[in-house]
């Protein structure tokens, strides 16, 4: 099973709410990650997660709030966000520690923020 | 730092002919190189990797892409065309200096003419 989930496909939220991204993958990988990827362009890194501790946070704004509760779950918080924040946000897995391990990518969350 | 252009942000093939996606990138050691595919609104897939050995690399889908480092390029090729192969096809480099980190590249949009 090479999957990651994402939950919910599709969120619309306005820039007061509080709502949560969830990412889901049983594949035993300690490695996971946030994108955010904007139309027509390529996705960017927002954090990673090497065995359930944030590793990399590339300044990322904090009304958005990673967590990783277990191994198998990455959950994004958003809150206060801004119109500027819509995107799709992708939820990738993969083993850590080398380069060339594969990042397996979910569908996505398409966020629309208004 | 690692780079990567895909000098090419849109190309359109006939459907059953060749297919060539260039991919140049800056890295001063060996790198490791990956080539993505994204259907619209969809995740990333992998397509193939290379990290070292034989230069030429199979991937899935049929395709295939050459490794040259006297050039420093990592091109995508397909001999043969199919509709479905319509998407964003993405160039990604890894870094062991960089952990887990991928850098991707702009990106180059597939039309396929019937």
């Known amino acids: 099973d090479t999957e990651v989930t994402q939950t919910p496909k599709h969120l619309v939220m306005g820039m007061t709410n509080k709502k949560s991204l969830k990412c889901e993958q049983h594949?035993?990988?300690?490695?996971m990650y946030w994108y955010k990827q904007k139309a027509k362009k390529p996705p960017e890194l927002m954090f990673v997660?090497?065995?359930?501790?944030?590793?990399i946070n590339e300044s990322v704004p904090s009304r958005f709030s990673p967590e990783c509760p277990n191994s198998s779950l990455l959950n994004l918080h958003l809150h206060a966000l801004q119109p500027e924040d819509s995107a799709l946000y992708l939820c990738?897995?993969?083993?850590?520690?080398?380069?060339?391990?594969?990042?397996?990518f979910g569908p996505g969350t398409r966020l629309l923020v208004l | 730092a690692q780079s990567v252009t895909q000098p090419d942000i849109h190309i359109t093939v006939s459907e059953g002919a060749s297919l060539e996606l260039r991919c140049n990138y800056s890295?001063?050691?060996?790198?490791?190189l990956f080539w993505y595919v994204q259907s619209p609104g969809q995740g990333l897939q992998l397509l193939l990797k290379y990290f070292s050995g034989d230069t030429l690399v199979q991937g899935i889908k049929g395709f295939e892409a050459e490794f040259k480092r006297s050039q420093s390029s990592f091109n995508l090729r397909k001999p043969s065309v199919h509709w479905s192969d319509a998407a964003e096809y993405f160039c990604a480099v890894g870094a062991n200096n960089a952990g887990n980190m991928l850098t991707f590249g702009g990106g180059t949009r597939l039309m396929v003419k019937p």
């Open positions: 997660y090497s065995y359930e501790k944030l590793s």
């Open positions: 594949m035993g990988h300690r490695a």
């Open positions: 990738a897995s993969s083993r850590p520690g080398l380069a060339l391990e594969t990042q397996y």
């Open positions: 890295y001063g050691a060996t790198p490791y």
